[in-house]
C-alpha cells in the first residue's frame, strides 16, 4: 500500500448513496447522459441480450469527467485558485484537464511517457500542464505530491476518493433507469476495472436502483488483480507493470475503497486478451457505429468471448472509453468483427 | 420524373406537421433517441458551435429506420401479409429490411450491386430477400415493380412518401428540443441530401417548433442537384450516376415531395468532396467517438471546410449514417483529421 493510498483511506470513508444522487445533482446538464445501446446481431453473436452503456459518448471519451467533475466542484475557496495536479495514463487526465478547464482552475498532470499520444495530446488542448513520467523507473505519485507540495495544489486521485467514486457512480444510476426501460431487471454488469471507482460506484448506485443487477469486473489478461483479490478475499497486486494495450486498466492493485464495497457487492472477476479487445472494438465499430479504445472494450469482449462464464438472458456492458490512437483502430479493424 | 414519381406525386400530398407527431408516437420506444454530441475541439476547428445530431447511433446504423417504420406501420391487412419491397444503396434497405422483421412481415431489397458489402450483408442479415442489380443499365424501380406487381408487395419508397417523410422529420422534432437544451436557438441545420427525405422532414419539424433553426442540404460535390435545384426553383438532375465514395446520397435528384417543401423552406444547398468527407470521418472519430460513413459525414465536412458559407455562432449537424465498410474507414484514418 502506498502512503498516498494509506493517507486517502485514512482520511475517507466510501461514499453513500446519498453522495451519489448529489453527485447526479452536481452533473446535471454538465455529464451526457449516455446512450443504451443494443444490436440484434450482437446479440445473437453473444447468445444473450448485450446492453451497452456508450461511455465512449461522454465528454472527454470516457466516464473519467463524471468524478473529476464532482471531485473539483467540491473544492472551496483558496484551493480553487490554487487548482488540482492529476497523475493518469490518460483519460482520468482529460477529464480532470476538461473540468478544471470549465472550472477555471489551473491544472496539473502526470502522465506516463508512453501513454497514447491522442490522450496526452488532449489533455494538453483542454489547457492542462502535463509532465510525463517513465513507468518502469519513477514514482507517479511522489511527482504528484510534489506539485501538491510546492503550488498548494489539491491532488486529484484515480479512484482513492469518495467524491470521485460518487461521480463514477452515476453512471449506475442511469442504467439502473436505462436497464429497467429496456426490459433487463436481471443482469450481470460487466465493468472494465482498473482501480475500481467506476465498478464500486455503479454498485452502490445498482444496490439501491437495480438490485438485479450485479456488478463484474473486466481486466486484462495477466493483469487480473481484481478477479485475484475478489477470490482471495484480500488485495492482490500485479507482477507485470505494462506490455497490454488495455493501457487504462493497468492500476497494479484494487482501491481500497472501491475495494471494501466490491468484495461484498461485486461478482467474480472476468480477464480479456488483447486481441480479444480488439476483436471486440471491431464489433462495437460494424454493429453500434461508436469508437471504443481496448480498455473501453473489455467488458464487450466479455460478453462476447466469455459467454459460458456468464449467467442470464442479458448482460450489461460498459463501454467506458474510447480514445484511441487511429493506427490502433485500424489494427482493431484489420483484426475483422 | 420517372412513372414512380409521377404516380407517388399523384398520389401523395406532403406530410404535414400533424402527421410528423404521429410519426413520433409510433416511434416512441421503438427508434433510439439520439444524442445532440458537442465538443470543444471540433468547435474550436469550425470556428462555430457545433451539435452533431449523431443519428448513426439509430437502429440500423442510420436515420432510414424511422421511416421505413412509420411506413410500414401504416399498412393493414392483407398488404402486412404480402409484405414489402424497397430499392434502396443500403441505409434505406436496412431500414426497410429491420422495420419488416420486427413487424414480421416479408421485404425484397433491390440493391445495386456495387453497394458497400457492409450495407448488403446486413440487409440479407435482417432476414430480407436482397436482390442485385447493375446500376448503369438496370432501372431499380422497374425491378421493384415486377416485385409488386407479381407477389403484391407494397413499394416503399425511400423518400417519395409522405409516411416517410413523416417518419425521417422525428429527427427534427428531437433536434428542435436538444438544440433549445444546448441554448442555440438561431442556428443553421446542415442535412445530407440525396432525394431529400430526412431533409424535409426536419424542415417540416422545425417551421413548428424551431424557427429560428434553417435546413441547408448538403451533398456530394458533382452530384449537387439539391443546390442547383433549389437556386433554380425547379428540379435539375445530375448528369454522373456514380463515382463518389458518399454512396448514400446519389440520388439523380431531389424527390417531388421533398422539393415541395424544400424550394420554400432550405437555404442555399452545399457541396463537399470525397477528401472532405473522409477527413470528417476522421474528427468525427477523434472527437465524438462515432463512426459515420462518407456519406453521413458530408454535413460535417461542410461546416469544417466551409465556415465562409454558413452563418451565425451554432451549427447543426446532422450526422445521418454509420454504414461503412472497415477499409474505407481506415482509408478515413489515415487520411488524418
Chains 1, 2 share one sequence.
Not at 24 to 45: I, M, S, Y
Amino acid at each position: 500500500m502506498s502512503p498516498a493510498s494509506k493517507a486517502a483511506a485514512g482520511e475517507a470513508a466510501p461514499p453513500n448513496f446519498g453522495d451519489l444522487l448529489a453527485a447526479a445533482g452536481r452533473l446535471t446538464g454538465v455529464a451526457r447522459r449516455t446512450p443504451l445501446l443494443e444490436d440484434p446481431f450482437l446479440n445473437e453473436q453473444a447468445g444473450r441480450r448485450v446492453l451497452v452503456k456508450a461511455e465512449c459518448l461522454q465528454k472527454t471519451g470516457s466516464f473519467k469527467f463524471r468524478g473529476a467533475w464532482n471531485r473539483l466542484s467540491a473544492l472551496q475557496g483558496e484551493a480553487r485558485i490554487r487548482g488540482v495536479v492529476a497523475f493518469s495514463s490518460g483519460n482520468h487526465a482529460q477529464g480532470v484537464a476538461y473540468a478544471a478547464h470549465l472550472q477555471e482552475m489551473p491544472a496539473v498532470i502526470v502522465m506516463p511517457k508512453d501513454a497514447p499520444a491522442a490522450k496526452i495530446g488532449a489533455t494538453r488542448r483542454y489547457g492542462a500542464e502535463v509532465v510525463l513520467y517513465d513507468r518502469l523507473t519513477e514514482d507517479r505519485a511522489a511527482i504528484a505530491r510534489r506539485f501538491a507540495e510546492e503550488r498548494g495544489m489539491t491532488l486529484v486521485p484515480p479512484f482513492e476518493d469518495p467524491f470521485i467514486i460518487a461521480g463514477q457512480g452515476t453512471v449506475g444510476l442511469e442504467i439502473a433507469e436505462q436497464a429497467h426501460e429496456a426490459g433487463a431487471t436481471q443482469a450481470e454488469v460487466l465493468v472494465n476495472a482498473s482501480g475500481g471507482g467506476l465498478a464500486s460506484g455503479i454498485a452502490l448506485a445498482l444496490a439501491e436502483r437495480a438490485p438485479g443487477l450485479t456488478v463484474r469486473t473486466v481486466e486484462p489478461a495477466g493483469f487480473d488483480d481484481w478477479a485475484r483479490s475478489l477470490e482471495a478475499g484480500a488485495i492482490r497486486t500485479n507482477h507485470a507493470v505494462g506490455g497490454s494495450i488495455q493501457d487504462a486498466l493497468m492500476s497494479p492493485s484494487p482501491g481500497l475503497l472501491p475495494f471494501a464495497i466490491g468484495r461484498r457487492a461485486f461478482g467474480p472477476g472476468l480477464a480479456v486478451g488483447d486481441e480479444e479487445a480488439l476483436r471486440a472494438m471491431a464489433v462495437a465499430f460494424a454493429r453500434l457505429k461508436i469508437v471504443l479504445e481496448p480498455g473501453g472494450a473489455a467488458s464487450l469482449a466479455a460478453a462476447l468471448f466469455r459467454r459460458e462464464a456468464l449467467q442470464g438472458e442479458a448482460v450489461v456492458v460498459v463501454a467506458s472509453g474510447g480514445n484511441v490512437d487511429p493506427a490502433l483502430f485500424a489494427r482493431a479493424l484489420a483484426s475483422g468483427a
